[in-house]
């Protein structure tokens, strides 16, 4: 049944968890961080995600986080999910389901938080770090990835898109790649997201099927699809 599949298993446990913003921005130093009973939309994913890949939760939870696994100041922070998926991909323990399935791509334009420091608290007053996240942004940028964009996406979702995929929303915001992330949940027949949702303020299962869900918001644009390598 659905409810075997890890992902959807694990995040279901975190329903109603509080949601809090910036957990990972307290403190000058960058650490890992592990603080699953506050989530923000990305931070819910990470701690699921840690938990479903098995063996060390710590160790799963720094090398999904963090570029390459290493802990070396902020930027070194995936804060761009596409940056995020790619490290995944790269170092094998998520699959870029997007890629497989949907022709449409979209060309990277990474710059929202160089050009928005001050919402930041880390780089608000560090030009060093503002440096070396502008440098992020270029290497990304440019960079051509596989969406679906949201008029293809039925209420009933897709044959290849799975319960427990890692759904990730892209936006028109300029500078920006993904909006929002949570995990495809089918309820009869219909494709919901299980997310940390910053309205409602804790984890839930939208009651909405996710299609009408980004028909709700003009800058949603539609949703890249990734999936936990088994
Ligand atoms: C993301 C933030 C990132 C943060 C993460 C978890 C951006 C582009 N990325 O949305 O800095 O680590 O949430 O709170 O704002």
């Known amino acids: 049944?659905?409810?075997?599949?890890?992902?959807?298993?694990?995040?279901?446990?975190y329903l109603n968890?509080?949601?809090?913003?910036?957990?990972?921005?307290?403190?000058?130093?960058?650490?890992?961080?592990?603080?699953?009973?506050?989530?923000?939309?990305?931070?819910?994913?990470?701690?699921?995600?840690?938990?479903?890949?098995?063996?060390?939760?710590?160790?799963?939870?720094?090398?999904?986080?963090?570029?390459?696994?290493?802990i070396n100041?902020?930027?070194?922070?995936?804060?761009?999910?596409?940056?995020?998926i790619d490290n995944g991909v790269r170092h094998g323990f998520l699959q870029d389901?997007?890629?497989?399935?949907?022709?449409?791509?979209?060309?990277?334009?990474?710059?929202?938080?160089?050009?928005?420091?001050?919402?930041?608290?880390?780089?608000?007053?560090?030009p060093e770090n503002v440096k070396r996240i502008a440098e992020c942004e270029k290497v990304l940028t440019g960079k051509k990835v596989h969406t679906l964009p949201k008029n293809k996406l039925p209420d009933t979702g897709l044959t290849w898109i799975e319960n427990g995929d890692i759904i990730a929303i892209t936006t028109s915001l300029p500078g920006l790649d993904i909006a929002h992330v949570g995990i495809?949940?089918?309820?009869?027949?219909?494709?919901?997201?299980?997310?940390?949702?910053s309205s409602l303020g804790k984890v839930v299962i939208s009651e909405e099927p996710l299609r009408h869900m980004l028909d709700n918001y003009k800058s949603w644009t539609g949703i890249r699809v990734v999936r936990m390598s088994h």
């Open 97 to 126: 389901i997007t890629a497989e399935n949907s022709t449409y791509t979209t060309k990277l334009d990474l710059s929202y938080m160089s050009t928005h420091p001050k919402l930041y608290k880390q780089l608000a007053n560090s």
């Open 1 to 13: 049944s659905e409810d075997v599949e890890p992902m959807l298993r694990i995040g279901k446990s």
């Open 73 to 84: 100041g902020y930027p070194s922070r995936l804060h761009y999910t596409s940056d995020w």
């Open 17 to 70: 968890t509080k949601y809090v913003a910036n957990t990972l921005d307290e403190d000058q130093e960058e650490k890992l961080i592990i603080q699953p009973k506050t989530v923000d939309c990305v931070t819910f994913v990470e701690y699921v995600l840690a938990q479903a890949l098995g063996s060390s939760f710590t160790e799963n939870l720094q090398n999904i986080r963090y570029r390459d696994g290493i």
């Open 184 to 197: 495809a949940y089918y309820i009869d027949d219909n494709l919901h997201l299980l997310h940390a949702s």
